[in-house]
């Protein structure tokens, strides 16, 4: 019956706009809590400014109890001090601290650019309800694609359990693709277009330099 009202009281305390992003609850050390997790400025495009959007409440009768750090509604504030997040693409990675979103308890945001086209995981990792989270959410290269909810009860770590997964969000687009009136090349492109016509300019160079050097010794 618990887990029955957790999710009925989801469907009407979550955001419309928090169906764009992945929606995760999990019991931490015995008490539920919901994490909305996405990208700032969805869709991401490379080069664009984005962030790591996470949103932390406390659902059931926990949010109606709990007092310490906690505001109106179940928002978890105060998570900045025991969490951080890791960017990952491939083998590159990135901590970055999570600082809160002004007049909205229980949001955060680290803001970064993407440079490439590629999956992108957040991981955030820390202390919460005076227990140690490892949790990783990566980006759908389909984008948010419509799902049904995952209600079952998965074993992330010690005293921590994944209940409740439903939603996805987007991966790095294409800059190129986003471009009006006519596509616009990424950092790297151009970049990658500069360093060919410079190495194109000194093949030049250097063979105007040896046909001189030829006519010199024909002369």
Same mark, same amino acid.
């Given at each position: 019956?618990?887990?029955?009202?957790?999710?009925?009281?989801?469907?009407?305390?979550?955001?419309?706009?928090?169906?764009?992003?992945?929606?995760?609850?999990?019991?931490?050390?015995?008490?539920?809590?919901? $994490?909305?997790?996405?990208?700032?400025?969805?869709?991401?495009?490379?080069?664009?400014?984005?962030?790591?959007?996470?949103?932390?409440?406390?659902?059931?009768?926990?949010?109606?109890?709990?007092?310490?750090?906690?505001?109106?509604?179940?928002?978890?504030?105060?998570?900045?001090?025991?969490?951080?997040?890791?960017?990952?693409?491939?083998?590159?990675?990135?901590?970055?601290?999570?600082?809160?979103? /002004?007049?909205?308890?229980?949001? /955060?945001?680290?803001? $970064?650019?993407?440079?490439?086209?590629?999956?992108?995981?957040?991981?955030?990792?820390?202390?919460?309800?005076?227990?140690?989270?490892?949790?990783? $959410?990566?980006?759908?290269?389909?984008?948010?694609?419509?799902?049904?909810?995952?209600?079952?009860?998965?074993?992330?770590?010690?005293?921590?359990?994944?209940?409740?997964?439903?939603?996805? /969000?987007?991966?790095?687009?294409?800059?190129?693709?986003?471009?009006?009136?006519?596509?616009?090349?990424?950092?790297?492109?151009?970049?990658?277009?500069?360093?060919?016509?410079?190495?194109?300019?000194?093949?030049?160079?250097?063979?105007?330099?040896?046909?001189?050097?030829?006519?010199?010794?024909?002369?």
């Amino acid at each position: 019956m618990k887990r029955i009202a957790v999710f009925a009281l989801l469907a009407l305390v979550l955001p419309a706009s928090a169906f764009a992003h992945e929606t995760h609850v999990f019991e931490i050390n015995g008490e539920n809590y919901q $994490f909305v997790v996405g990208s700032l400025n969805e869709p991401i495009v490379v080069d664009d400014k984005t962030g790591v959007s996470l949103s932390v409440s406390m659902v059931g009768h926990e949010a109606m109890e709990a007092t310490d750090h906690h505001a109106a509604g179940g928002a978890v504030a105060g998570l900045e001090e025991s969490l951080k997040v890791e960017l990952i693409a491939g083998d590159k990675k990135k901590t970055l601290d999570l600082s809160p979103v /002004y007049n909205t308890p229980g949001s /955060y945001k680290a803001p $970064f650019y993407p440079t490439v086209a590629t999956t992108l995981s957040y991981r955030v990792f820390g202390t919460i309800n005076d227990t140690p989270v490892d949790l990783t $959410f990566s980006c759908s290269p389909a984008g948010h694609t419509v799902a049904e909810e995952d209600k079952n009860r998965v074993q992330i770590s010690d005293k921590v359990f994944r209940v409740s997964k439903t939603g996805s /969000y987007g991966c790095p687009t294409e800059k190129a693709e986003m471009g009006f009136p006519e596509e616009s090349a990424s950092v790297a492109d151009l970049e990658s277009s500069t360093s060919q016509g410079m190495w194109g300019i000194g093949f030049g160079v250097l063979g105007i330099a040896l046909a001189g050097f030829a006519l010199m010794r024909k002369s």
